[in-house]
């Protein structure tokens, strides 16, 4: 089955620090891929869409340029989490859409979990 | 405004019990509804869709378009099958990402 993967699975930064969050899809090609962020034992919440080589569809409240998205290949989308800060210690997760399959299944990482100190 | 509802956050069942692991959802057109589920430490992966109406580990959903509900069902659980149960939305129209609910764990008691 299609696999997506996420580097790191956790990192521990400085406050201030910027941290760049990687996500592949390993044995397919992802037109669009998803971040998501998971707060303790609540749901995941949609941050943005990224769809390969054009800019990212934010939602509503995420900061664009707090978090910086990159979708330059249709195996790779990178999330930098810019000046980092306590508040934004969470769960990221992202998901990509197979584009050979059709676009019907959303297939998830394992997540990355941020702890800014 | 899109909006999936799961009114529990945990739920207790025996072994052999049935299950029901309710879902409502708010939706202006026609929606598709997806169960995902959440094994401890392992990614979330998809159950099963209400447009291929099929029962994978012995679990089955049904879109009621008149209660806009999308409850997931098992006649009798498995201690397997204990783990974090959330339904999904998406929009018909486009290239619309998952909206999920709170999700609903479930504990299977032996």
């Known amino acids: 089955g299609a696999v997506v993967s996420q580097h790191p699975s956790w990192v521990i930064c400085k406050s201030g620090t910027s941290v760049k969050i990687e996500c592949r899809s390993l044995?397919?090609?992802?037109?669009?891929m998803f971040w998501y962020r998971q707060f303790p034992k609540q749901s995941l919440m949609l941050m943005a869409t990224s769809n390969e080589g054009s800019k990212a569809t934010y939602e509503q409240g995420v900061e664009k340029d707090k978090f910086l998205i990159n979708h330059a290949s249709l195996t790779l989308s990178t999330l930098t989490v810019t000046s980092a800060h306590p508040e934004d210690s969470s769960f990221y997760i992202c998901s990509a859409r197979d584009r050979v399959a059709g676009g019907e299944t959303q297939y998830f990482g394992p997540g990355t979990r941020l702890l800014v100190l | 405004a899109q909006r999936v509802t799961q009114p529990e956050k945990l739920l207790s069942v025996f072994k052999g019990a049935p299950v029901e692991l309710k879902c409502n959802y708010s939706?202006?057109?026609?929606?598709?509804l997806f169960w995902y589920v959440q094994y401890s430490r392992q990614r979330l992966q998809l159950l099963l869709r209400?447009?291929s109406r099929e029962s994978i580990k012995g679990f089955t959903a049904d879109l009621n378009k008149g209660e806009t509900s999308f409850h997931l069902k098992k006649p009798f659980a498995q201690e397997e099958d204990s783990a974090m149960y959330y339904c999904?939305?998406?929009?018909?129209?486009?290239?619309?990402?998952?909206?999920f609910g709170k999700g609903t764990r479930l504990s299977v008691i032996a």
């Open positions: 939706y202006s057109g026609s929606p598709e």
């Open positions: 044995d397919f090609q992802a037109t669009t």
């Open positions: 999904a939305l998406r929009g018909s129209s486009g290239n619309t990402p998952l909206v």
């Open positions: 209400h447009i």
